[in-house]
């Protein structure tokens, strides 16, 4: 099975830091992907990459930036978290148009 | 530009009742759908998907989805609701050839089965 992991389930940062979300998947895909969810508006892109060192801003990318420096490993980073990034982060790995996702990372931006 | 509608929020059905969990899509040229499904505080799971072939795809747990080209509908469906399929449920499009890979969800739907 393919295995998509997150660095955290629940992290509280405060308004300013600089806030690391890792993603590591387990099944040598291409490409990756970073979605915010939000009650209502469904998931967002914010980021992807189709390969190392490479990507592509999605719909949403201000205020985020991404590191892809190994295959298995996305990096997600807040360089100065808002509260309006408290979200939901997805990460999702996936070939052939198809996406297995992370079980997610629940930020709080006090 | 490629985009899913998901009309209704939230689908309310008793337990041993058919439920059915409703999205139409836009795309340029034929569609790839795929239906995916989140219980609270998790990651979402893939249910199942239509590339090509019959419209009546068989997924996880029971579930199935009609592909209906004229109606540009992908409608999820499962014959006797259980407690424990009340989730969120999303649909989602790509198109299957040319254009961007990346697929473009809805905004899911509620689903809530009652005892």
């Known amino acids: 099975d393919v295995k998509v992991t997150q660095s955290s389930r629940y992290l509280v940062k405060r308004t300013g830091e600089k806030v690391f979300l890792e993603c590591v998947q387990d099944m040598d895909h291409e490409n990756m992907f970073w979605y915010r969810q939000d009650p209502g508006l469904g998931l967002r892109l914010i980021y992807f990459s189709y390969d190392v060192k490479m990507k592509e801003k999605g719909d949403i990318p201000e205020g985020y930036s991404v590191s892809r420096e190994k295959k298995e490993r996305f990096s997600l980073i807040l360089e100065s978290a808002s509260t309006n990034q408290t979200s939901m982060y997805l990460c999702a790995s996936g070939q052939f148009k198809e996406q297995y996702f992370g079980p997610g990372t629940r930020l709080t931006v006090t | 530009a490629q985009s899913v509608a998901q009309p209704e929020d939230q689908v309310n059905v008793a337990e041993g009742n058919p439920l059915t969990v409703k999205c139409t899509y836009s795309?340029?040229?034929?569609?790839?759908l795929f239906w995916y499904v989140q219980y609270p505080n998790r990651g979402l799971q893939f249910l199942l998907k239509y590339i090509t072939g019959d419209n009546l795809v068989k997924g996880s747990y029971g579930f199935e989805a009609e592909f209906n080209k004229s109606q540009t509908s992908f409608h999820l469906k499962k014959p006797s609701a259980l407690v424990s399929d009340s989730a969120l449920y999303f649909c989602?499009?790509?198109?299957?050839?040319?254009?961007?890979?990346?697929?473009?969800f809805g905004r899911g739907t509620s689903l809530i089965v009652h005892p």
């Open positions: 989602a499009v790509s198109p299957a050839s040319g254009g961007s890979y990346i697929p473009t």
């Open positions: 795309v340029s040229g034929n569609p790839y």
